[in-house]
């Protein structure tokens, strides 16, 4: 697929440039709003960024700190500017930025599976969070604007999930229920070594943090952190329109971000360049701004969300990689006492996964 995504990111790149170029009468009205721009505001939408950079920190170190590794904020903070600047210069960064993070993290002493799962985890309830803000935008579209027709097919999906959910749970409480999802999970493990070795992951994982974080209603935290990124983030482009002195879209705002993540997200290109810029413009301006003042808000929006953490981040990582060789940084101790280790006990031949 590499090739596949190397020719999609050309074209996107050049369609954005072909886009500038035919607009250009609107880029240069859109710079000249940007000249203008409000100090006190564009402070407003940085914090708002910065907020945001720290809610991902606060949710990778509470997953951490639920699997018994006791890290501090700031590093963590740190880190996650690092993985920021990475994924958003480097083609296919997120890879990287990924892998950096991992091996950054079994440097201050977190497990292998700890670390990499965290990581699995983090990920996934952030896409779970966009996806909620998204529906939730939908629906406050109501009738109006170019999503107005997935209403219907978005409440049929709502009430699918809630069904679903509400039948999973009322099962989950008979023993003889789980005793027989338990038998299926493990069957499935059987058919692959590598599937084995990520149900053996998330089964360690769940005892480490069934041990510390009882229950389900504790993981509404790091959901509320994970959906905190977003809304801040959100709020910066709320602050970047407002700094320039245009009305906010408020009907199609939440569906023109989230539409715009989702496609940033697919990292055809570093950073999303031209993915982001060309599919923010065009929402906004379906939602009824000009043309020239979608381009400002998006150009703005982009220098103070990804541009201006480019070298803050790169520079976190250069102070942490020449750290490398220091003292190393080692998590706190557990609170819990120390368990005694059981020896390794070899499965059964019959029992062992085929490759």
């Known amino acids: 697929m590499r090739p596949v995504w190397w020719v999609v990111a050309v074209v996107l790149v050049a369609a954005a440039v072909v886009v500038a170029i035919t607009r250009r009468h609107e880029l240069v009205t859109a710079l000249g709003l940007i000249s203008h721009v409000h100090p006190t505001r564009l402070i407003l939408a940085a914090a708002f960024e910065a907020a945001s950079l720290v809610c991902v920190a606060a949710l990778q170190r509470w997953l951490l700190r639920a699997g018994g590794a006791r890290l501090g904020l700031g590093p963590v903070s740190a880190v996650v500017l690092a993985a920021n600047a990475i994924a958003g210069a480097l083609p296919g960064g997120a890879a990287f930025a990924v892998a950096w993070v991992f091996r950054r993290f079994r440097r201050w002493g977190v497990g292998q599976v700890l670390a990499g799962t965290v990581l699995a985890v983090s990920g996934l309830l952030s896409a779970l969070s966009l996806l909620v803000l998204l529906l939730a935008g939908v629906l406050a579209g109501g009738t109006s604007g170019p999503v107005a027709g997935a209403l219907p097919l978005v409440i049929g999906v709502l009430v699918f999930v809630a069904v679903v959910a509400g039948v999973t749970a009322g099962l989950a409480r008979f023993p003889r229920v789980r005793r027989r999802a338990w038998r299926v999970w493990r069957r499935i493990g059987l058919r692959s070594r590598r599937l084995f070795e990520i149900e053996e992951s998330l089964t360690q994982l769940g005892r480490q943090i069934r ?145």
């Open 211 to 355: 041990s510390t974080r009882p229950g389900v209603r504790p993981w509404g935290w790091p959901f509320l952190l994970a959906l905190l990124n977003w809304g801040f983030d959100l709020a910066c482009l709320i602050a970047c329109t407002w700094s320039l002195g245009i009305a906010v879209p408020w009907p199609g705002i939440l569906v023109a971000y989230g539409l715009t993540q989702f496609a940033g997200s697919l990292r055809l290109t570093p950073g999303g360049l031209g993915v982001v810029e060309t599919s923010l413009t065009a929402l906004l301006v379906l939602y009824g701004m000009r043309a020239d003042e979608a381009i400002a808000v998006t150009l703005l929006y982009r220098v103070v969300s990804f541009w201006a953490l480019q070298p803050v981040g790169w520079a976190m990582g250069l102070v942490l990689t020449l750290k490398r060789n220091g003292r190393r940084h080692e998590p706190e101790p557990s609170k819990q006492p120390d368990q005694p280790q059981q020896p390794d006990r070899e499965r059964p031949s019959h029992e062992r996964p085929s490759e």
